[in-house]
């Protein structure tokens, strides 16, 4: 084994132990790390069968991690088999659930929440309530390209392509390619 492919899994496995240790929830499931993930909160997080985090070569390798959390008891974040989330993926389930089907790639630096974590209102902006979040749901087979954000209460239907840098506020059907601020669909897919 060459000397750099040594220091690389080296330094990796030591990140990936410090932020293990770091976590305060258990992760079911058994994701292969490539890079540290962070998990917290008191609600549950489930892995399928084979799902990667972290890419190398990729921005972000070394400097990054995945932080997910399923802030409170009624909180759910599932991720299913063979998906592969490239580095610095952040996903906070604060009320109710975040799903991503099976066979998706998700780019870097994608965020995904189920809520604004406080009011609009000023009186309420140190409030946070359930029926104000709203579960997310990524289908199978999904292409989520990099600085994708998706928000609250959106559903991607399988198959689906959402081009980086968008910012995903309405459900997008399935077998398309959307983009932009906000997300729209710009074509089908053959």
Not at 24 to 31: E, S
Request: net charge positive; with cysteine.
């Amino acid at each position: 084994m060459r000397a750099s492919v040594w220091l690389r899994r080296a330094t990796q496995y030591f990140r990936i132990t410090f932020y293990r240790a770091l976590s305060t929830n258990q992760i079911t499931g058994k994701p292969i790390c490539l890079q540290p993930i962070q998990a917290v909160g008191r609600g549950k997080i489930i892995f399928g069968n084979n799902v990667k985090v972290g890419v190398f070569p990729s921005p972000f390798f070394y400097s990054t991690y995945a932080y997910i959390e399923a802030r409170n008891s009624s909180a759910f974040i599932s991720i299913g088999s063979d998906t592969w989330i490239n580095n610095n993926f952040c996903a906070i389930a604060e009320h109710t659930s975040i799903s991503i089907g099976a066979n998706c790639f998700i780019g870097t630096n994608v965020q995904i929440f189920d809520s604004d974590f406080h009011g609009m209102k000023i009186e309420d902006r140190r409030i946070s309530k359930a029926e104000w979040a709203g579960a997310v749901k990524v289908g199978d087979d999904v292409f989520i390209g990099s600085d994708v954000k998706i928000l609250k209460g959106v559903s991607i239907g399988n198959g689906a392509v959402i081009g980086s840098g968008s910012l995903v506020v309405k459900d997008i059907p399935a077998s398309v390619i959307a983009g932009g601020s906000p997300a729209k669909v710009i074509r089908t897919i053959e």
